[in-house]
């Protein structure tokens, strides 16, 4: 069986990664997007963008399962896919931490015997919500300079943060699913 970071790799899902490299815990750290849906392939060397993707990814792992997950979704209706994708690399005692633009409310809920817990994301970036989830400041991180070392700083706050929300069925959560509220950020 194929590692988490090959099994990325090998199926060409790692979309502008900004980190990619194994960090002084043990674990793999990665931080960009990850395809969920593939785009068109126009042609042998073009591709059209990703159908549906995890954007703003934070992401740790082991050889065999994902440690950690975060990341922002465009919508609920791509938790599914999103799962079925990565499904071999959950873990029950996994922390995954979903951000998602058109859910009503938050909630913690299993799926397959895998816990998650899904906030509502309107304006903020992931990572300032996950500053928030662990009480630290962005000064706390000024002083870190590595991104290597940033990502386990956080991650390290978050193993000892309580991130659950209020517990749902997985349907339940499926009936939070409202209109997107994420203003786009542009010129004026």
């Given amino acids: 069986m194929a590692t988490v970071i090959e ?6 899902l790692d979309w502008q990664p900004s980190l990619n490299a194994t960090l002084s815990n043990g674990l793999h750290g ?21 159908k549906i993707q995890a954007r703003q990814v934070i992401m740790m792992s082991t050889d065999t399962s994902i440690k950690f997950l975060t990341c922002e979704l465009e ?17 029950p005692d996994g922390m995954y931490l979903l951000y998602v ?11 397959k015997g895998i816990p998650f817990t899904a906030f509502m994301l309107d304006e903020s970036s992931v990572w ?4 928030d989830l662990a009480s630290l400041d962005k000064s706390d991180m000024k002083s870190v300079k590595k991104p290597e070392e940033k990502v386990e700083k956080l991650y ?11 517990a749902r069925t997985y349907e339940e959560m499926c009936s939070l699913k409202g209109e997107s509220s994420k203003q786009l950020m542009g010129a004026v």
């Fill in 156 to 166: 390290e706050e978050l193993l000892t943060s309580d991130t659950k929300e209020t």
């Fill in 128 to 131: 300032n919500e996950l500053l």
């Fill in 7 to 12: 099994f990325i790799k090998q199926n060409e």
């Fill in 30 to 50: 990665y931080r960009g997007a990850l395809i969920i849906e593939p785009g068109k392939q126009l042609s042998p060397d073009r591709k059209l963008p990703p």
């Fill in 101 to 111: 633009t058109d859910l009503e409310a938050n909630g913690t809920f299993e799926y």
């Fill in 75 to 91: 919508s609920f209706e791509d938790f599914e896919p999103l799962f079925e994708k990565y499904e071999e690399f959950f873990v």
